[in-house]
């Protein structure tokens, strides 16, 4: 057995060391941006992606706030769910090529499902008796249904990808 042990234990030495190229290497694979990004020529491809860049904001944004609403989620939610999957693949991603983003299935699916699991408040939940920054009980029970929504929508989200 003790055998056994050196053997794992010179294995596990000689994989598991660091090195500062094996570090630079993971570090490259985990943010692609830091291998592009210094060899990124500015005069050549600035114009092309600003036009591409400017673009692309003009479609998402309406098409954001449209699949938000398929969601049954307010518009604003639509609105990062449009820039925040772009900032994050240009960080992490490593296709030039890949679409990502909202999408309208993927869209009224969330939107059916929030439905389904988001009930009609009809009282306030217990010790909320006393609210003072809305003008109705209604328009509290219509903030929290929207709270709930968002709640699902982004739990649903980050389990399905």
């Known amino acids: ?28 694979t985990l943010l692609p941006i830091l291998a592009w990004l210094p060899k990124y020529r500015i005069r050549e491809n600035i114009v092309g992606d600003v036009v591409s860049g400017i673009t692309v904001g003009i479609m998402r944004i309406p098409q954001g706030m449209a699949y938000a609403l398929l969601a049954s989620v307010p518009p604003i939610f639509g609105l990062y769910s449009s820039f925040f999957p772009g900032l994050i693949y240009a960080i992490l991603g490593t296709s030039r090529n890949l679409p990502f983003g909202t999408m309208a299935v993927v869209s009224v699916m969330v939107g059916s499902s929030v439905e389904r699991l988001v009930p009609e ?6 010790g909320l008796d006393n609210m003072t920054e809305f003008n109705s009980t209604e328009d509290f029970l219509q903030e929290l249904r929207t709270q709930d929504k968002i709640a699902v929508s982004a739990a649903l989200t980050l389990m399905a990808g």
């Open 1 to 28: 057995p003790s055998s056994v042990q050196e053997k794992v234990l010179r294995s596990l030495k000689k994989t598991c060391t660091c090195s500062k190229t094996k570090a630079k290497n993971i570090l490259f």
């Open 121 to 126: 408040r009809t009282e306030l939940p217990a």
